[in-house]
């Protein structure tokens, strides 16, 4: 007889459970106050860096003399000439000074076309008048016809294409500026290859004019003959009647080329008035501060 014996296995008691830590309250306060870490971020500093102005140091002063020519209507004579009116009657004088450090090619082609051989804007007229805006002078074409002709050997402004040259505004009254997007000299004269930006425009106020921000170079001011600028300014122009402007605007939009030699006598001064005389300012000891606002 087999005898069957029944081991049975004995396993060790599971461990105890941990037993509870009972801590006063008091005491967990003062455990999370003495484990708490502060963490100290760096302060931020709100002072930015300051915005460099542009630099509107006046380098050089040119005048010119604004003259009417009365007699103009009755000998049609222009360029050379006019320069020479028997019975000119003076406007006044207005003193530019440029800032040089800014734009130096700007102001190198200007002085230039004020102080060369021949004063390049002498005798010239003065195009478009905006009343209490701008008005325009220095537009190119032929001398006989009151028009500018630069030499041929001016420097060509590379500046047009730079943004640095566009930072100044037309703020207030008697900005000067190189007209760029309001130029408005012939196609096929812009097209030579030795064209050359010489228009120019000074701005008559009271306000400013941001419209001619951004695409137009400013590159100096009036610091004499506010007083001949409003004076031009109040000069009468041409002003087409609304029908004339309707009728204007149909033959530009059917393609009619005469539309634009139209308009071209639009804004024009009723008065002969032109550049009588221009030169640069010699300045031993100016009084003026050397830059402006």
Known sequence: MTTTTTTTATLPPYPPPPTKLHLPRRSLLFLSATTTTTLSLPSLSTASPPIKQPDTTITDRVFMDFSICPSYFQTRTLGSDLASCPDSELVG?????????????????????????????????IQKIFPGRYFMAGRQGRRDKGEVKPPVNLVRNTESVEPKAFELGHTKGGVLSLCLSENDDEDDIKLDPDYHNVEFM???????????????????????GMDVVANISSILTYKPGERVRQ???????????????ARAIWDRPQKTLYISNCGEVKVTKPTLSPSLP
């Open 93 to 125: 004088r207005i003193v530019l000074g440029l800032y040089g450090n800014l734009v130096p090619i700007t102001v190198s082609n200007f002085k230039a076309m004020c102080t060369g051989a021949s004063g390049y804007y002498k005798g010239t007229l």
């Open 202 to 224: 000074i701005t008559t106020g009271p306000g400013p004019c941001p419209d001619l921000d951004g695409r137009n170079i400013v590159f100096g001011s009036v610091l004499e």
């Open 247 to 261: 009728y204007n605007d149909f033959a530009e939009f059917i393609g009619d080329e005469r539309a634009k030699s």
